[in-house]
């Protein structure tokens, strides 16, 4: 016989007392309860807390300024135009979202068969914080048919304009994660270079066409967030 039956045959023996059978029992009891109680009163509230996590909506109000510029540009030459958003929205506003620049032209010299000169527009990477891997970016363009092109940057990470569904945390978390002024503070520099295709008079002296007016807008899309509790 082993020391363990050992043990019980002495407990559970006539010759035992029935205090110690008490004692036994009262030791047994305590064991379950704090065992209950481990699991009812640490590893419940974890459970309870999974099952009322909160589900929360973003949501995104735009608001959108432009700027407009425009330079003349000779044949085989290159310009850097600047832009700066305005501060008093970065005070105003949840965040910097998106920029568009749209670049335009016409052919101006007004000589007869005179075709649209090319055109080339390039967002060069600066030191501005913004999300310039997005793979929804158009950095660059260029155009020979006096077509408008169309650049954009999206500059707070991972911003599109469309609402999202989140779980957990609160809404102030979320709205904080929205909320950084510091995405598209800086300069932003936009270089056009322009081609000029001679008309079929330009053997003529008098016919020539050396340059080409180019148009820019600048427009910086602003937004303000809000988080609301899913029903």
């Known amino acids: 016989m082993t020391r363990s039956e050992n043990v019980l045959s002495d407990l559970f023996s006539e010759d035992g007392s029935r205090r110690n059978l008490t ?3 009262a030791v047994l ?11 009812w009163f640490i590893m419940g509230d974890e459970i309870q807390a999974k099952d009322e996590l909160i589900n929360y909506t973003i949501e995104f109000e735009e608001t959108s300024e432009q700027f407009s ?10 310009e850097t135009l600047e832009y700066t958003a305005p501060a008093d929205l970065f005070n105003a506003k949840s ?4 920029l568009r ?3 335009s032209y016409a052919e101006t010299s007004g000589e007869f068969g005179d075709p649209c000169d090319t055109v080339s527009a390039d967002l060069t990477l600066t030191d501005v914080s913004a999300d310039w891997n997005n793979v929804n970016n158009e950095l660059s363009g260029v155009a020979s048919d006096c077509e408008t092109l169309s650049l954009n940057l999206y500059i707070y990470p991972e911003y599109d304009g469309q609402p999202k569904e989140v779980t957990g945390m609160d809404a102030p978390h ?3 994660a929205w909320s950084d ?3 598209g503070q800086g300069i932003f520099e936009l270089d056009i270079e322009v081609i000029v295709n001679e008309p079929i008079t330009s053997g003529i002296p008098t016919v020539s066409d050396t340059n080409e007016k180019v148009d820019v ?11 609301q509790e899913t029903p």
Do not use: C, M, P, Q
């Open 23 to 25: 004692v036994y029992l």
């Open 29 to 39: 009891a305590v064991g379950l309860l704090y065992h209950a109680s481990v699991f």
């Open 69 to 78: 510029d425009s330079r003349t540009i000779n044949d085989g030459e290159k």
């Open 95 to 98: 965040g910097f979202g998106l």
């Open 101 to 103: 620049i749209t670049v």
């Open 174 to 176: 979320w709205k904080n």
């Open 181 to 183: 002024s510091s995405y």
């Open 217 to 227: 807008v600048w427009e910086a899309v602003f937004y303000d967030v809000f988080v």
